[in-house]
C-alpha cells in the first residue's frame, strides 16, 4: 500500500506560484473560544494555503476580494471573503465530532463525541460521490466494519434482498428508522443456505442513497429505547434536506475481470444508476421539501466455468432421435424405443441387439440406465457449459423515490413534517439446472433440460408525518409512520413435471406482503440549570402489524396424478417418468404457495418508556432508560438501559452501559409456511415443507411454541482527540449474551413407512419439514476501533484517513434447547444442525479492518481504500467438509476531477487488483460436480471480482 502513497505524493507534487498579494492574518478558534491549531486556510480556486500554530493564528498571502477557506475535522467549513487584514474565525462543530444526532439520546444537544456509546456517523453524499457502489447495502459493507451484506446466489428471493447485520449478530436483531422513526421490516423471510437463514431483515436498497444525507450507526443495544430488534443496534438513516440545488448523477460499471462470462474473461454485470435530488424552500422560517429518486440497472453474471456431472442416460439418447424424426415422444411405446434405439450412433451393435431382445418395460429400464453423457454431448453439438447454472449476481431493474418535508408554523419552532418513500423493483434469476436425466425435467417440453428462472416483483411504500414543538416547556413530537413491503413470485421458463405435456413454462406464484403502522408521542425538556444540565424524556407507542401470504395458481404448487387429477389423498401416486421415479409438484425451483398456506395475520403492541440523562458535573454523564411493551401475541416485556461517560480530561472520554433486550418473533417467523426446492450438501434437490409451530406437524415433533428472544449486554470504551494533531481515537468492547435465539431448524424426515407425518408431508408435497424454533443461547464479543486524522499541507493538499475495524466472535453456549420429545428421538441434531451453527459463528468474517484515505488537491481528488475481510468457513452439516477460506485485502480507487463548480468526473475501481475469495478445494466435496468453484453458503465480499465505473456528477445552484 505504501507504493500507492508515493504514487499520489509524486503525481501532486508542486503548486501554482502565489499571485501578488498582501498579508492576511487571524486567529482561528473554537465556539468554546479555544485556539484551534492545525486548521487549514486555503484560497478558494487556487492550491494556495496555510495552517494554524499551536494557538491558532496564521498568517497568508492573498489579495483583497478572494476568499479564504477555513477547514478543519469535526467542524464546518467556513468561507469568508477578504475585506481587511485582519479575519479572526469562529469553527461550529460539524459533522464528524459535533453534529447533534437523532440516535442513541433524545437530548436535543448531545453531539457523538459526547456519547455514552459509540456511534459512527457517516456523510453519504459525500460518500456517494467517490465509491463505486451505488446501493446502501454495498456503501455500508464497505465503510462500516461492523456492518455486513452481501449479495447471495441460489438462494430463492434472498438472491433479489440482500441479509445484512450489525457485529454479527443476525439481520433482525438491528433496528433501522429514517429520521428517527421505525421502519418496516421486508416481507421475505430467509429460508435458504445463507446467513441470516431463519431471520426477517429491512430492504435497505429501497431507499435512494440520493435522498440521504447521513447515517448514524448505534453500535449498541437499544431496546430499552426504541423496543424490540435493537440487541444489535440502531441504523437511523437522516434524509437529505438541501433546497435550491439540483443533484443529478449518471454512474455506469461493469466487471472487468478474469472469471467474467463463466470463467472465460471479459466483461459482464453491467450496471447503470441514475439519481438526482432538489430541494424547494417553503416559507420564511426554513421550511423545505426535497425530492430525490434514483433508477438502476445491473445485468446478471455467472461465475461457473462447467458442469462436470452427469447429464444424459442411454434414455435420454433414443428420445433425442425420436425428437429429431418429429416422433410423439410423450409416451413412447417398447416397439417405439426398440425402433429408434437403432438410430443411436454411439450404442454398441451387442446394446442395440438387446434392446430389440427386451420382453418388458422393466429390461428396457435396466438396460438404458447407464450414463452416456461425452457421447451424447458430442451426438447434439453440446459442450458441458450449456448446462451451467448462473451462480452469480441476479439481474435487477428499480426505481426509487423519497420525498421529505418540513414546515415551520411559528418562531417557537412548532413544525409539520413528513416524509415518504416508495420503491419497485423487478429482478430475474436462475435455480440449479434441472437436466434431461432427471425426473423432475419432464423432456418433451425440454429436451435438454432447463434453467428455471425466479422472477421477483418488489414493492415498497412508506409514509410518515408528524408534527412538533413546544408545550410550556416541554418538546412534544407526535408522528404516525406506516410503511408495506410486498414480494411476488412469477416462475418462468419452468414446469411442473407431474402435468406433463399439460404444464404451462410459467408460473403465478404467489407472494407475501408485510405492513407495519406505528404512531409515536414523544416528549422531552432540557433542564439547563439542574446539576450540569438534565434532559427527561417519556412516551408511548402503538404499533400494527400485518402479514399475508397469497396464493399463486394451481398449477404452481400441485401434484398429479398419470391421469392428471390432483393429489388431494393419500392413496394418490404422481405421475412418473421412464424409468419409474415420481415427478414431483409445483413449479420447478420454486413451489408456490397453495391456498392451504395462505393467510393474513394481525399483532399490535403498545409501549411506554422513561429516559433520563443528567450531566452530574461538566465531567460526569449518567444515563437511565427503560421501556415497558406488551404485544397481543406473546405477552409483555421491561427493559433496562444504565450508560455513562466521564471526561478524564478535555480530549479523553470513558463511557459504558449496560442493558437488557428482546426480539419479539416477526409475524413471519410465527406463520409463514410453504413448501420450498432446497438443495443438499451433495446438490440434491429437497422438497422441504416449513410449517407453524401451532400446526399438526410441530406436535408430532414436539417442536415448542416461539417466544421472544432476550439479551444482555455491556459495552465499555473511550474516545480520544489530539486537536493539534488532528487526530481522533475511539475504542470499545461489547459483551451480548442471548437467550432463547429464533433459528431455522434442519429438515425432519418421515419415516416413510404411511405415518401421520409421512401424510401431512405428501400434502404439502415435501419430502422433510422445518421450523422457526428458540433452539439455542448465544454469546457474543468483540472490539470496535475508529481513529480519524486529517491532514493539510502548505500547498494546499488535504488528506483524511480514517481507520476503522471491528473484531467479533459469536459462538453457541450450553445446550441446544430441545424438548424431551426431540431428546428421545435422537433428533437433536436435526433441530439445529450443524451447518447452521457455522452459519451463525463462521460464515461471515468475523474481522474486518477498512482503512481509507481521501486526497484532494486544488480540482483533483483521490479516494482510496482497502478493506481487510477475516476467514470465513463452509457451512456444511459435515465437519470434514468445513474449508476455511483464508482472509483477503480488497482495495477501492477512484480519482474525481471537478472540471467546473457544477460538474465533477469521477472514474475508478472496486476490487481494483481483481481478488477472489480462496476456491472450493475437490478435496472438500462442496463444489457439486464444479457449480460452485467458490462457496456460496460463506461469504466475504462477494465473487464479482474487478468492477470500474465512470460517474458524471452535476450540482446545479
Not at 26 to 47: F, H, M, R, Y
Not at 803 to 810: E, I, N, P, Q
Not at 828 to 837: C, H, I, K, N, Q
Request: proline share 3%.
Amino acid at each position: 500500500m505504501k507504493n500507492f502513497y508515493v504514487m499520489f505524493c509524486l503525481f501532486f507534487v508542486g503548486w501554482v506560484a502565489q499571485a501578488q498579494a498582501q498579508e492576511i492574518s487571524g486567529t482561528i478558534v473554537d465556539d468554546q473560544k479555544q485556539p484551534l491549531g492545525g486548521v487549514s486556510v486555503a484560497i478558494e480556486g487556487t492550491n494556495r494555503g496555510t495552517i494554524t500554530d499551536f494557538d491558532g493564528k496564521y498568517n497568508i498571502e492573498a489579495a483583497m476580494g478572494e476568499t479564504l477557506v477555513f477547514s478543519f475535522v469535526g467542524f464546518d467549513t467556513k468561507k469568508v471573503e477578504i475585506q481587511s487584514d485582519v479575519i479572526n474565525v469562529t469553527m461550529v462543530s460539524g459533522l464528524a465530532l459535533g453534529e447533534v444526532m437523532l440516535v442513541g439520546s433524545r437530548n436535543p444537544n448531545r453531539t457523538v463525541v459526547e456519547s455514552t456509546v459509540p456511534i459512527d456517523v457517516l456523510n453519504i453524499k459525500e460518500l456517494s460521490s467517490a465509491v463505486p457502489q451505488v446501493n446502501l447495502n454495498q456503501m455500508l459493507n464497505y465503510v462500516a466494519p461492523s456492518f455486513t451484506s452481501n449479495t447471495q446466489t441460489i438462494s430463492d428471493g434472498t438472491d433479489h434482498i440482500d441479509p445484512a447485520s450489525l457485529r454479527g449478530l443476525g439481520p433482525d436483531q438491528v433496528l433501522v428508522l429514517i429520521n428517527g422513526k421505525r421502519r418496516h421490516n421486508s416481507s421475505l423471510i430467509n429460508v435458504n443456505g445463507t446467513f441470516g437463514r431463519g431471520s426477517v431483515g429491512t430492504d435497505l436498497n429501497a431507499i435512494p442513497a440520493v435522498a440521504i444525507q447521513r447515517i448514524e450507526v448505534l453500535r449498541d443495544g437499544a431496546s430499552a429505547q426504541y423496543g424490540s430488534d435493537a440487541i444489535a443496534g440502531v441504523i437511523n438513516i437522516v434524509l437529505n434536506k438541501s433546497i435550491n440545488e439540483l443533484d443529478l448523477s449518471v454512474t455506469t460499471g461493469a466487471n472487468f475481470t478474469e472469471n467474467a462470462n463463466d470463467q472465460t474473461g471479459g466483461v459482464d454485470g453491467e450496471t447503470v444508476n441514475v439519481a438526482a435530488s432538489y430541494g424547494i424552500g417553503l416559507g420564511e422560517n426554513g421550511g423545505y421539501i426535497t425530492f430525490s429518486g434514483d433508477f438502476d440497472y445491473r445485468e446478471d453474471y455467472s461465475r461457473m466455468k462447467e458442469w462436470e456431472g452427469k447429464i444424459f442416460k442411454g434414455y435420454n439418447a433414443i428420445e433425442n432421435v425420436a425428437f429429431s424424426s418429429g416422433a410423439d415422444i410423450t409416451n413412447l411405446t417398447n416397439g417405439q424405443i426398440q425402433q429408434f434405439a437403432q438410430g443411436v450412433s454411439y450404442f454398441s451393435q451387442q446394446l442395440k441387439d438387446d434392446i430389440n431382445a427386451a420382453p418388458d418395460r422393466e429390461t428396457l429400464q435396466d438396460l438404458l440406465d447407464f450414463d452416456v453423457t461425452e457421447d451424447e454431448l458430442n451426438s447434439r453439438g453440446q459442450e458441458r457449459s450449456d448446462y451451467n447454472m448462473r451462480v452469480g449476481q441476479s439481474a435487477l431493474r428499480g426505481g426509487r423515490f423519497f420525498a421529505n418535508f418540513s414546515l415551520p408554523l411559528d418562531d417557537e419552532g412548532t413544525e409539520l413534517y413528513s416524509f415518504a418513500g416508495i420503491s419497485s423493483r423487478r429482478g430475474n434469476s436462475a435455480g440449479f439446472y434441472r437436466l434431461p436425466n432427471q425426473s423432475r425435467t419432464y423432456t418433451p417440453i425440454y429436451i435438454n433440460g432447463f434453467l428455471p428462472e425466479i422472477n421477483s416483483k418488489i414493492n415498497d411504500k412508506s409514509i410518515a408525518a408528524g408534527i412538533r414543538g413546544k408545550i410550556g416547556d416541554w418538546e412534544v413530537d407526535f408522528s404516525n409512520t406506516w410503511g408495506r413491503n410486498e414480494f411476488l413470485y412469477l416462475i418462468s421458463n419452468t414446469s411442473n413435471a407431474s402435468l406433463k405435456q399439460s404444464s404451462p413454462t410459467t408460473f403465478d406464484a404467489g407472494g407475501f406482503s408485510f405492513a407495519q403502522n406505528t404512531t409515536n408521542l414523544d416528549i422531552s425538556n432540557f433542564y439547563e440549570d439542574f446539576f450540569s444540565g438534565v434532559n427527561v424524556a417519556f412516551g408511548a407507542e402503538y404499533r400494527l402489524e400485518n402479514y399475508e401470504i397469497v396464493s399463486g395458481e394451481r398449477g404452481s404448487y400441485e401434484q398429479y396424478t398419470e391421469n392428471g387429477a390432483p393429489i388431494t389423498l393419500a392413496s394418490q401416486s404422481p405421475g412418473t417418468d421412464f424409468f419409474g421415479n415420481p415427478r414431483p409438484g409445483g413449479s420447478q425451483v420454486f413451489p408456490g404457495f397453495s391456498p392451504k398456506n395462505e393467510l393474513s395475520r394481525e399483532r399490535s403492541s403498545i409501549a411506554g418508556y422513561f429516559d433520563i440523562e443528567a450531566d452530574l458535573t461538566e465531567q460526569f454523564l449518567l444515563t437511565f432508560a427503560t421501556r415497558f411493551e406488551d404485544y397481543s401475541d406473546f405477552g409483555s416485556t421491561i427493559n433496562f438501559k444504565v450508560s455513562s461517560r466521564y471526561k478524564l480530561t478535555d480530549n479523553i472520554n470513558m463511557r459504558g452501559a449496560v442493558n437488557t433486550g428482546f426480539r419479539a418473533p416477526s409475524l413471519h417467523q410465527l406463520n409463514f409456511n410453504s413448501t420450498s426446492t432446497i438443495f443438499d450438501n451433495d446438490g440434491n434437490p429437497q422438497e422441504v415443507g416449513t410449517f407453524t409451530n401451532d400446526s399438526r406437524a410441530a406436535k408430532l415433533l414436539g417442536i415448542p411454541q416461539l417466544k421472544e428472544e432476550t439479551s444482555q449486554s455491556l459495552s465499555v470504551g473511550f474516545t480520544a482527540q489530539i486537536p493539534d494533531a488532528n487526530l481522533s481515537l475511539t475504542v470499545d468492547g461489547y459483551f451480548v449474551a442471548i437467550d432463547d435465539r429464533v433459528v431455522y431448524t434442519g429438515q425432519f424426515a418421515g419415516p416413510g413407512t404411511g405415518t401421520e407425518l409421512d401424510n401431512l408431508l405428501a400434502q404439502a408435497n415435501a419430502t422433510a419439514a422445518s421450523f422457526f424454533a428458540n433452539a439455542i443461547d448465544t454469546e457474543s464479543k468483540g472490539v470496535d476501533l475508529v481513529l480519524t486524522h486529517d491532514a493539510t499541507f502548505n500547498n494546499g493538499f488535504k488528506l483524511k484517513s480514517d481507520l476503522a475495524a471491528t473484531l467479533s466472535k459469536t459462538k453457541q453456549v450450553g445446550d441446544i434447547n430441545a424438548s424431551p420429545q426431540l431428546e428421545r428421538a435422537g433428533l437433536v441434531g436435526t433441530y439445529f444442525p450443524e451447518d447452521s451453527r457455522v452459519y451463525l459463528e463462521e460464515a461471515v468474517p468475523r474481522t474486518k479492518v477498512n482503512l481509507t484515505n481521501s486526497l484532494t488537491a486544488g480540482k483533483f481528488n483521490v479516494f482510496l481504500r482497502n478493506v481487510f475481510f477475516g476467514e470465513v468457513t463452509e457451512a456444511s452439516t459435515t465437519v470434514a467438509n468445513q474449508q476455511v477460506f483464508s482472509s483477503k485485502i480488497v482495495t477501492d480507487l477512484s480519482l474525481g476531477y471537478k472540471a467546473s463548480e457544477a460538474l465533477t468526473l469521477t472514474i475508478g475501481a472496486n476490487n481494483l487488483l481483481d481478488v477472489y475469495p480462496d476456491r472450493a478445494k475437490a478435496e472438500f466435496n462442496n463444489r457439486s460436480d464444479g457449480r460452485f468453484d467458490w462457496s456460496r453458503r460463506a461469504q466475504q465480499f462477494g465473487i464479482g471480482g474487478r468492477f470500474l465505473f465512470a460517474r458524471v456528477a452535476f450540482t446545479l445552484k
